[in-house]
């Protein structure tokens, strides 16, 4: 098994996926990792036995995995969003389930990175498919669409509604402005910033060294008093990033285990997040209040988007005009996802080194601000999922163990 080294997404689709590969396998399976060294410690829960790196040069990765599964004697591989790698191991003799939770972004450009051959290409549902990615799909040979792959902290319903449970909606609506009090009724949130890492992005400091900062000051300016800061920070930066200044909620800062932040998630007033698909997805099913941050990456913008339209209110933010516009990411998203991604990656870092910082980090307080009043009015969530499902984690392991029972050992 082994997911795409960019952010946590893939991470946490692995851990979904692993929970339910163990309530489904008629008996006991063995685990194998393959790199994935961003995602493994958010599957620290799941019995992997052991994990193996893969080599920096990509022409010796196909000679690294065919040693591999011949000496493991593997019968099946899960890969989720690395194109190459699910390659490599078709190539090597071993059927290979592929997971694409990102089918809405690609176009022809596209094309040589994706594992067109593979036994099972599962495309996650989602929201809108645009007709340059459905000829992209077109060239899958075993295309199965699957629901949302989403996970939830066990033993936890999902809320009847939008209204935070720790707060009585009465006395919030009661309460005016004029006198000073919060305009929205949370006290508890979670910033969520997710995995940081990216190929090609040099220093992943620059996005939360803009946005935390404005998240932090908003939720202050509404009321907020505990917030827990979670993603792939540097240890200095998350130091930084909790040591309040007074006035400020109490803050916390580090990464959370799966299973974990999934508690947190269920457990907090509101979350603000950058929008990767899988947080968002985790949230709308728990029906968790959602305010998307600015995106970090192309697949971010399509993402906020389709979580505001599908919860049918403006609970996402974008970024100032002058750092850069969403419709000059996408214009360039034609020639390729990496084009669009140099524009958006240094947009981010000019503004966050530039003595325009402070100025940005205003208007990005005013704009967050401005959807945690519309969040806290709305009375709707779980949209999202209502429209591409929840059982998509069953559907890729049922995938998984009927390649499995019909394989043979590698090698």
Known sequence: MAGAEFGWGSGGKLSAVLSALAERSAGP????????????????????ETWYDLPESAGTTLDTVRQLVRSQRVTAALVVLDGPLAKAL???????????????LWTDGDLPDLPLDVSVYCAQRCVELPSQC??????????????AIVATPSGRPRRPGSVPTTRNPA??????????????????????????????????SHYPRLVVPAAIQALAAEGVTEVHIAGNLPPELCARLADASPGA?????????????LDRLAGTDVLLTSPGLTTLLEADHLRVPTVCLPPQNLSQVFNGRFHSRAVGAAVRTSW?????????????????????????????????TGPGAGAARRRL???????????????????LTSQ?????????????????AGARPAG
Do not use: C, M
Request: net charge neutral.
């Open 171 to 204: 006395q919030w609506r009661g309460r005016t402005q004029a006198a000073g009090p919060p305009a929205t009724p949370y006290r508890t949130a979670l910033i969520n910033v997710g995995g940081l890492r990216a190929p090609r992005l040099a220093d992943w």
């Open 90 to 104: 078709e190539s090597a003799g071993v059927p290979t389930v592929f997971v694409d939770s990102l089918p809405f």
């Open 134 to 147: 459905r000829d992209v799909l077109d060239s899958v040979r075993s295309l199965r669409w699957v629901d």
């Open 29 to 48: 399976l063995r685990l194998i990792g393959i790199g994935s060294g961003l995602g493994r410690p958010l599957l620290a829960a799941h019995p992997v």
């Open 388 to 404: 591409v499902g929840t059982g998509g984690a069953a559907q890729v392991a049922d995938a998984v163990l009927s390649l499995a």
């Open 365 to 383: 307080r005013d704009a967050i601000r401005d959807a945690l009043r519309t969040a806290a009015a709305h009375q709707s969530w779980g949209g």
């Open 320 to 352: 100032p005009e002058d750092v850069f516009t969403e419709d000059q990411a996408l214009a360039l998203r034609a020639q390729g996802e990496d084009h669009a991604l140099q524009l958006i990656y240094g947009s981010i870092a000019k503004t966050a």
């Open 249 to 261: 909620p109490r803050t916390t800062a580090g990464p959370l285990p799966h299973s974990a932040f």
